[in-house]
């Protein structure tokens, strides 16, 4: 009886949604976390995750890659590397459209990648995704060949990330850079129609689609009619309103709740474990205590990640112990041996630094204290476990609950003593956007070396990596490089980054994209 | 007419100060506007000089404060830095969810703090006078934010009679007391003060000696001048509904003005959160306008001054 | 002073006093003495299971963090109370000054002062403390500042007409004409006169004032973590509402019931003050 009260209220409330009782291919997802500030869908500028979790059903890319990050003709249905690895000729379909109607051919793959590395155009993540990338050259219209200034080991892989998706140039150049952003064109099977700014973002099944890659089930258009992502910023109402049926799917859902539903049943559930940057903090190495390489250790050493991790994630995330997620190719074990916890030693390394246990339970050096202004973007409750092991130790940790744009201004001005971060990537060569030195941030540059490092050794190590020649010899940089990043303290991973996504029964086909975080929606069906 | 003219010389300079107070505060931000405006994004020289340029930045302040006041009078203040989209646009589309619990909590408020108001004065000092009294006390001292964090809990999570979500009338229910309560409490003391005061006095006093009952002696004699000043609650109180909002939309997860404003002030978007005010500190500015009218046509004495004026 | 005593008698003497007086003490008392009677440090993770429901150990449960509710809520005490007082001091004190002042110099000085209060009260004042917060910037004295300035309006308002039926009594005028100083007029004598007036809409103020700052600790733009503010634990218990209640319960509770307190005190103080008003009326 509650029950159909409750779907009676949900069809009579619902104004903007598509009911359950409507077409049934007609899907709501939720979309959300606690930043509904969505600024951009397109996919050369983006870098956030919440952004591509629409841009990556509205957009192909060139090779196509599943959530194993197994690789199939995409937009491009072969392709040949020339032997020094410097030249990518990609033979591109013949059939593809784009949602404006005009054709997809090498023009626009060129149009694309040239953009992004344009300065102009303020691409965010996509620029350092192309790597080496020098010129893209139309050889006729349907072969495209791509050449890098140097061997780029991890452009196959590059090619499959949603940041490198083709755009319409026909629409860039109609509505402008920042046009487009609100209103994007590509070729994927869905269509964008509406974007209420806070609230909502529509999208329609393109009808013409019909190059789906080989993984998905079916090939010409979705069976989902429309797509609706409201965004809903508070966790308790998003899950309120999947277990109400008032919307199909919603992404981060508490592992509490996800418990829940895989003890009643009553709600499916799937958990990505994302490949990148774990859930880590940088501390900054150029400003306040953690100049000191011993004070960084001893944070370190201060931190029980794996029991922080359980009592905050109740199985639903494993810590994690390196620079990269373990999912990641060329993930080093040999990060695993560093900084156990051990309060004794982090107490020690603290004493031989010269800082003191004072009166109020905070170490004092030369009457300075043993501060660490800490803003925290992401994970309240994780930072606040993070405040209380360092505190115990003799750390005064100031947590100041941060939404981005404060954040960035904080990093602008070098005012933070540590930030945390994570990152979806499909390769170690992610590594080179924190740790370059050329990543450090400055006044009207925004980037993410936030430990603000810069060693001319480790910079090296990451410019070869990314045109190693053989898998051996990537492998073995790559561990080079993580053993440096964790010899220097700077960058401590505390857990693996989890999408934990519940959905309605009734449906089945919801899969993650390539990387574990957004999901393709493209062969989701009723049962 | 006098009187209604004299009220509306002195709204106008008020509007225009507040709106200079805004003015100034809002430029005196820290934070480069134009590092706001790219979100971080990385940009040429050149792309941050033509920003810089939409933005007006390049004009001195002076020039800056005259089209701003003209701005604000037009109803145009700009971009959002957050979503690129004219301000006026996105303060008109979520509008509506905000007025919706403001009428909805203004019917609650009007009708249980009246209601309690006039149970306690019909008969002050006795047991239902205390038991009002209390409820009202109740109500003004309750958080809002935790009075509908346990509404939801209990009628929703618990009981699951009312959706969590949802953009329909019975969504409104829950937030509309949650905004309301405090107003309820408010009205129904003033209308009880008022009601015993003017129960008090010899008219009425009259009026029960000559045998007319309590009932036409409430409705038809004492009510109409026992509302006099609850009126003028109301206008401090719109005040209070227009940021009631606030907490009530990030409680109850619904769109509107308020939750716009507050995400706005943390993602310093400034072009958004100066639009919210300016047009916040009108509404609020035009409603207690409207109280002052109404209190000089219902309150004899002004009714008086006004006709022999 | 017979008088006055009479008056208190029967202020301490009325039952919403008592009650009201009585929780308020016990609320200060156990701020005062938090580390006595606060069974766990409040800032000590895992101190018990995590989310357990309240027991004989942990009387009102524990939070996500294992920490005990019932000694967060004890020393939350410390914060909910004493920021409302202060910013309401700040306020009466900016309030007060801003009123005499003007009322006692009067003429234009004393329109342009009114014009400026009442551009004040253009702004609701949960808006003004917002704004004011958009550009200091978050934190708890932040929030504090932002809401003892924007209850200034309210203060300065009563005050003046206070202060300028103050001014009119004849031994103001003798001080005058006796030369005593301006500044030792306003605060020597008119201040005293409406000494009363200020302690009443003072402590009718301090409940409105706890609940704003609270308010805005809920939003996120007040008390930081681990800060036991009251409105602040409020917030984070928001998350797990439904799997540990009592982490949003016993905060919003407590609130509620100081605030009330407070209330009910500052209503029976303003009564008090219009019984002394009309005895004073009855003997002239």
């Known amino acids: ?527 | 007419m006098n009187f209604f003219i004299k009220k509306l010389i002195i709204v106008i300079p008020t509007l225009y100060i507040a709106w200079t107070v805004v003015f100034v505060t809002l430029n005196i931000i820290p934070g480069d506007p134009v590092n706001l405006m790219l979100g971080g994004r990385p940009a040429s020289e050149e792309v941050r000089e033509n920003v810089r340029k939409n933005l007006g930045l390049d004009k001195p302040v002076a020039e800056r404060y005259v089209s701003f006041l003209i701005n604000a009078t037009k109803g145009d203040l700009g971009k959002s830095y957050l979503t690129r989209q004219p301000v006026t646009k996105m303060i008109k589309e979520n509008m509506m969810p905000t007025i919706q619990l403001s009428i909805g909590g203004l019917i609650f408020g009007v009708f249980f703090g009246v209601f309690f108001g006039i149970i306690a004065g019909t008969k002050p000092n006795s047991m239902r006078d205390t038991f009002a009294m209390v409820i009202a006390l109740c109500g003004i001292s309750l958080p809002s934010f935790w009075i509908g964090m346990m509404l939801i809990f209990i009628f929703g999570t618990t009981l699951g009679w009312v959706p969590i979500v949802g953009e329909g009338f019975v969504s409104l229910i829950l937030p509309s007391i949650s905004v309301g309560l405090f107003f309820a409490g408010g009205m129904a003391r003033l209308t009880r003060s008022s009601l015993v005061d003017v129960l008090n006095q010899d008219y009425i006093r009259t009026a029960k000696s000559k045998g007319l009952s309590t009932y036409n002696i409430i409705l038809k004699h004492s009510l109409r001048n026992a509302m006099i000043p609850p009126v003028t609650l109301l206008g401090i109180q719109f005040g209070l509904l227009i940021t009631g909002a606030v907490i009530t939309e990030e409680v109850f997860a619904r769109p509107g003005l308020g939750q716009l404003l507050l995400q706005a002030i943390l993602a310093k978007d400034i072009p958004l959160v100066q639009a919210l005010v300016v047009y916040m500190t009108a509404v609020y500015i035009f409603l207690n306008l409207i109280v002052d009218f109404t209190y000089g046509i219902i309150d004899p004495r002004i009714r008086l001054e006004r006709k022999s004026a | ?284």
């Open chain 1, 1 to 527: 009886m509650r029950k159909l009260i409750k779907y009676f209220l949900g069809i009579a409330t619902l104004t903007f949604s598509f009911s359950f009782f409507n077409t049934a291919y007609s899907l709501d997802l939720v979309f959300s976390e606690d930043r509904p500030d969505l600024r951009t869908l397109d996919p050369r500028i983006t870098q956030s995750r919440h952004e591509e979790m629409l841009i990556v059903n509205i957009f192909d890319q060139l090779i196509a890659a599943d959530s194993n990050g197994n690789h199939y003709p995409g937009l491009a249905k072969k392709w040949d590397v020339s032997s020094d690895g410097l030249e990518y000729t990609f033979h591109l379909r013949d059939d593809v459209t784009f949602h404006d109607g005009t054709k997809f051919n090498a023009a626009a793959v060129k149009a694309t990648f040239d953009s992004i590395v344009d300065p102009e155009t303020g691409s965010q993540g996509a620029v350092d995704i192309l790597g080496p990338y020098a010129s893209t050259e139309v050889i006729d219209e349907y072969t495209a060949k791509v050449t890098f200034n140097r061997r780029y080991g991890s452009a196959l892989t590059a090619f499959t990330e949603t940041e490198l998706s083709i755009v319409s140039p026909t629409a860039l150049e109609k509505l402008g850079n920042e046009g487009f952003g609100m209103a994007p064109v590509g070729t994927g099977p869905f269509k964008f129609k509406n974007w209420e700014a806070n609230k909502k973002v529509e999208l329609v099944r393109n009808d013409d689609y019909n190059w789906a890659p080989e993984y998905m089930d079916g090939s010409g258009p979705s069976q989902v009619s429309t797509l609706t992502y409201r965004l809903i910023k508070d966790t308790s109402t998003r899950v309120a309103a999947l277990e109400a049926g008032e919307v199909h799917i919603a992404e981060l859902v508490p592992p509490l709740d996800m418990r829940r539903f895989d003890a009643s049943g009553d709600l499916k559930t799937i958990t990505g474990t994302v490949s990148g940057l774990p859930y880590a903090a940088f501390l900054n190495t150029t400003v306040g205590v953690f100049q000191d390489i011993n004070v960084r250790k001893a944070f370190f050493h201060s931190l029980d990640r794996v029991k922080m991790t359980n009592d905050l994630f109740f199985g639903y995330a494993e810590a994690a112990f390196g620079p990269i997620s373990s999912s990641t190719p060329s993930y080093w074990k040999g990060n695993e041996d560093y900084y156990q916890y051990d309060v004794a030693g982090a107490e020690a390394l603290l004493e031989e630094a010269g800082w003191k246990m004072g009166s109020d339970g905070v170490r004092e050096k030369n009457g300075e204290k043993l501060t660490v202004f800490f803003p925290c973007l992401l994970e309240p409750d994780t930072c606040v476990a993070i405040q209380g092991y360092a505190n115990k130790v003799g750390f005064d940790v100031n947590v100041e609950v941060v939404m981005k744009a404060r954040q960035d201004e904080l990093i602008f001005a070098n005012g933070y003593d540590m930030l945390v971060i994570r990152w979806v990537s499909l390769d170690p060569g992610v590594l080179i956007i924190p740790f370059h030195s050329r990543n450090i941030p400055e006044p009207g540059k925004f980037k993410f070396n936030w430990a603000r490092y810069a060693n001319s050794g480790l910079d090296q190590l990451l410019e070869d990596a990314e045109s190693a020649e053989t898998q051996e010899t990537k492998d073995d940089l790559y561990m080079q490089i993580q053993k440096h990043i964790m010899d220097q303290a700077i960058f401590l991973a505390i857990h693996d980054q989890v999408q934990t996504v519940a959905y309605s029964p009734d449906l089945e086909g919801v899969r993650f994209a390539n990387g574990n975080w957004q999901l393709r929606m493209y062969d989701v069906r009723n049962k």
């Open chain 3, 1 to 284: 002073m017979n008088r006055n005593k009479i008056i208190l008698k029967r202020f301490l003497l009325n039952k919403g006093s008592a009650i009201g007086g009585i929780f308020l003490i016990v609320i200060i008392i156990g701020a005062v003495f938090a580390p006595v009677i606060a069974p766990y440090n409040w800032n000590a993770v895992d101190t018990g299971p995590r989310l357990s429901p309240p027991s004989l150990s942990y009387l009102f449960g524990t939070d996500i963090h294992g920490r005990d509710v019932f000694s967060r809520i004890v020393y939350g005490a410390r914060y909910s109370l004493s920021v409302g007082v202060i910013s309401v001091l700040f306020g009466i004190i900016a309030g007060s000054t801003f009123g005499i002042t003007i009322a006692y110099i009067g003429g234009r000085v004393d329109i342009i002062g009114s014009r400026i209060i009442d551009v004040m009260f253009g702004f609701p004042s949960f808006l003004l403390s917002l704004l004011v917060v958009a550009i200091i910037g978050v934190g708890l004295w932040n929030v504090v500042f932002a809401v003892g300035l924007a209850s200034i309006p309210h203060f300065a308002r009563i005050i003046r007409s206070a202060a300028l039926q103050v001014k009119e009594q004849p031994y103001i005028e003798a001080g005058i004409n006796l030369g005593f100083g301006n500044l030792r007029i306003m605060f020597g004598h008119i201040l005293p006169n409406i000494f009363p007036i200020i302690i009443v809409i003072a402590t009718m103020d301090l409940g409105g004032a706890i609940i704003s700052i609270a308010s805005l600790s809920f939003l996120g733009l007040g008390a930081q973590p681990p800060e036991p503010e009251w409105g602040a634990m409020l917030s984070s218990g928001r998350e797990y509402m439904r799997y540990a209640p009592w982490t949003m319960i016993y905060p919003g509770l407590f609130l509620f019931l100081t605030v009330m307190s407070v209330n009910l005190l500052g209503d029976r103080l303003s009564q008090a003050l219009d019984a002394r008003q009309s005895i004073n009326r009855g003997k002239a």
